[in-house]
C-alpha cells in the first residue's frame, strides 16, 4: 500500500490543502516511527505506523476549515469518522480505525453526548499501541504551524479544554512512549 497514492486520489497534489495534509502527515509519521524506534521491545508495526500516520488526516477535505484551504460542509471535527469511512471504501479497515481514533486523546461516547458533538453515537479512543501511538504523536504538530513542533506544556493546555480525562490519556501516553 502506498499512502500517498491513495491520498493522490482524492486531493489536487497542486493544492494548498494537499501541501499542508502531506507537509503534517510527514511530521507525525516521523514522530511515530522515531518514537518506536526507541521501543524495540514493543514489537511495533514499523510499516503500518508509517501508513497510517501518513493516512490519519485524509478526511479533512470533507471539512470547512478555510486556514487549511477545506471547504467542505461538516465539522472539523468529524475529519476522523469520515476520513474512516474513505479508508474502509479502499479496503483498509485498520488505517481506518487510526483515522477515526486519533481526535484529540480519542473521543468517549459520553462527550459526545454531553457536548451534542457531530459525531456517530460511539466511542473514538484509539485502543492498540500504533492508534495511541499515532494519537500522541499527531498532539505534536498542529496544521496551521507546519514547521513548528508543540512542547508538551502548550500540549496539556491546549487539552485541558476538553476535560481532565484527556490530559490524564495524554499524561499516560508521555510515560509510555518518551
Not at 459526545?112 to 495511541?132: A, C, G, N, T, W
Not at 504523536?137 to 504551524?145: N, Q
Request: aromatic fraction near 10%.
Amino acid at each position: 500500500m502506498n499512502p500517498l497514492s491513495i491520498i493522490e486520489k482524492y486531493y489536487d497534489t497542486q493544492s494548498n490543502v494537499y501541501q499542508i495534509l502531506i507537509k503534517h502527515s510527514r511530521s507525525v509519521a516521523d514522530k511515530a516511527s522515531a518514537i518506536a524506534k526507541t521501543h524495540p521491545e514493543r514489537k511495533w508495526d514499523m510499516k503500518f505506523i508509517e501508513e497510517a500516520a501518513m493516512l490519519h488526516d485524509i478526511g479533512v477535505m470533507f471539512c470547512y476549515a478555510p486556514d487549511i484551504d477545506c471547504h467542505g460542509t461538516y465539522e472539523y471535527i468529524c475529519h476522523g469518522y469520515l476520513g474512516a469511512d474513505l479508508l474502509r471504501k479502499e479496503g483498509y479497515p485498520r488505517h481506518a480505525l487510526v483515522c477515526e481514533r486519533h481526535t484529540g486523546t480519542g473521543i468517549t461516547l459520553k462527550m459526545i453526548e454531553d457536548r451534542k458533538l457531530p459525531l456517530p453515537h460511539r466511542d473514538f479512543l484509539p485502543i492498540s499501541p500504533e492508534e495511541q501511538l499515532i494519537c500522541f504523536a499527531d498532539k505534536f504538530f498542529s496544521k496551521t504551524k507546519l514547521d513548528k513542533e508543540k512542547n508538551i506544556r502548550k500540549i496539556r493546555e491546549s487539552l485541558s479544554k476538553y476535560g481532565e480525562d484527556t490530559v490524564i490519556r495524554f499524561d499516560d501516553w508521555c510515560k509510555l512512549f518518551l
